[in-house]
């Protein structure tokens, strides 16, 4: 029975042990991972947006009124960007399926932001 409880105390101490161990790589672990992610989260936005990043920064701090730019900002600046000039493309290739063409010109542009409400901000801007 005694020695029942030995192998007992000695399992536990074993146990405590890498407890201890496991915990003391974990810091690091924890850390690398948090810099991984950190990396795949940037490269994850990179991706996810087409127009350069700095060069919409630029365009934004043209305007006087602006000073300093948060980044996160200029990501969805660019990304809203990207999914107007996407919709205002297609809106233009129907008018360009329409006419039998396989090229978008200025008219089938001018055609969608005609015929689409959203768009109507736009009426002659072409001009």
């Given at each position: ?5 030995v ?14 161990s ?8 924890s ?45 969805l ?5 990207e ?28 055609n ?13 801007m072409?001009?």
């Amino acid at each position: 029975m005694a020695s029942s409880k030995v192998d007992d105390l000695t399992y536990e101490g074993e146990l405590n042990e890498s407890n201890v161990s496991n915990s003391a790589e974990n810091p690091q672990d924890s850390q690398e991972e948090i810099e991984t992610n950190l990396q795949t989260d940037e490269e994850h936005k990179e991706k996810l947006v087409r127009l350069p990043i700095g060069r919409v920064r630029n365009i934004i701090k043209m305007d006087p009124d602006v000073n300093l730019v948060n980044q996160e900002a200029v990501f969805l600046i660019a990304k809203s960007t990207e999914l107007f000039i996407d919709s205002l493309a297609k809106e233009a290739y129907k008018y360009t399926v329409q006419t039998k063409k396989k090229t978008v010109q200025k008219r089938d542009i001018e055609n969608a932001i005609n015929n689409v409400d959203a768009l109507v901000f736009l009426e002659e801007m072409l001009d």
